[in-house]
């Protein structure tokens, strides 16, 4: 999805699309670039910036998308979180609705549905010119996922045929919530909605790279929009779609490269063991069982070599180890303390999942198990 900014004010490229012409001409080169989508957006969303009324927004955008879409090159979006503004664009052409307040107002829902087009449901925390000035969360990305998929459930049920989720890099969020929402994307991408990821230029990669000019962010821009494709995100929103374009080119030709050596999957399952992991005094002292899955993806020898392949005796003693040599009060401590020493002893491996279950967890109630689970991937 590549960032058309129709705007005098936006971070990284205000008025430099300001006329139309420039702007469809910079629509078109998108598209030639590799973009899917053209968003078209006439209000900047930067942190502190000043709204814009309809009206004036509909002056900036309707002419850029009434001429692109008579192309016929490629799909448009428009990038509005006004209904009546959402509904004229789709008129003159447009085909995604993209709402950085994340369909909040009902009628947003509506003139999606209507049209029959999907739309974009972003989270942002409060409103463009103050959702920096202190944002908190009690857990980021569990109050991020239940806002997405919450909103998700009400567009879906007033008629809006499809959804993109996006995390909302930057918007209402410190360093610390975009990473962790980056490290999360396989949990969001698994309840059945294709992600949209857009870090593009944004001021999170000045502060990690020392690069104060916003348009020079480029490179940041893909290392970031290529760790978020490595972890399910369906779409990137870009500025520089042709170094993307590039760079996702190399990153299929290594994926590529990666399947030819017939990657393959064993699993230890149900190892089991006695282990005195817990807060309480019992069990600390008493201990409880503690079984253990582990799943290894690594490529598969070519010839029948047992120097070629993981000593899964050895994965089980270093799993022995840690269940019963050591203690932590956490499950969560104990499943990604296996998983580290895996990775440390068994350089072969290329993804690792594992499971830890406490079936005697000291819980009040009838329960069939208590879980942990953590997956790597190099």
């Known amino acids: 999805m590549a960032v058309l900014n129709v705007t005098p004010d936006s971070f990284s490229d205000g008025g430099v699309h300001a006329g139309v012409d420039a702007a469809v001409l910079a629509g078109r080169a998108a598209w030639e670039a590799g973009a899917m989508i053209v968003d078209v957006g006439g209000e900047s969303t930067r942190p502190g910036a000043t709204p814009v009324e309809p009206d004036e927004e509909r002056t900036r955008i309707l002419p850029v998308i009434e001429r692109l879409g008579a192309t016929g090159e490629g799909l448009i979006s428009v990038d509005t979180r006004h209904a009546e503004v959402a509904r004229d664009a789709l008129a003159a052409g447009a085909h995604v609705v993209n709402d950085v307040t994340g369909l909040r107002d009902p009628a947003m829902r509506s003139v999606c549905a209507e049209a029959g087009v999907p739309a ?7 409103e463009p010119a103050t959702m920096q000035d202190d944002p908190h969360y009690d857990d980021v990305v569990l109050d991020v996922e239940a806002f997405l998929l919450n909103q998700a459930e009400a567009a879906l049920r007033d008629g809006v ?8 890099w930057g918007f209402g969020k410190r360093d610390a919530h975009n990473l962790a929402l980056l490290h999360a994307l396989p949990r969001l ?26 348009a020079k962010r480029d490179p940041g821009s893909i290392a970031l929009h290529l760790e978020a494709a490595r972890r399910g995100a369906a779409m990137v929103r870009v500025h520089d779609v042709a170094g993307h374009a590039q760079a996702f080119a190399v990153q299929d030709a290594v994926e590529a490269a990666r399947t030819d050596r017939a990657s393959g999957r064993v699993a230890l399952q149900g190892l089991r063991f006695h282990g005195r992991h817990g807060v309480f005094e019992a069990e600390t002292r008493d201990g409880a069982p503690f079984v253990v899955d582990v799943t290894l993806t690594f490529p598969f020898p070519k010839r029948d070599d047992v120097e070629r392949t993981i000593d899964y005796g050895a994965v089980q003693a270093l799993v022995r180890s840690e269940v019963e040599d050591e203690r932590y009060d956490l499950i969560e401590t104990l499943t990604e303390r296996i998983g580290v020493r895996i990775l440390e002893a068994f350089p072969r491996v290329e993804e690792l999942q594992v499971r830890v279950h406490k079936p005697e967890a000291p819980l009040p109630g ?11 991937r190099r």
């Open 120 to 126: 974009v449901v972003m989270h942002m925390l409060g």
């Open 161 to 168: 045929p499809s959804l993109l989720l996006d995390p909302g």
């Open 189 to 214: 991408t698994a309840h059945g909605h294709p992600v949209l990821f857009g870090a593009s230029r944004k001021g999170s990669i000045g502060r990690f790279s020392g690069e104060e000019v916003a």
């Open 366 to 376: 009838v329960f069939d198990d208590v879980t942990a689970e953590r997956t790597w």
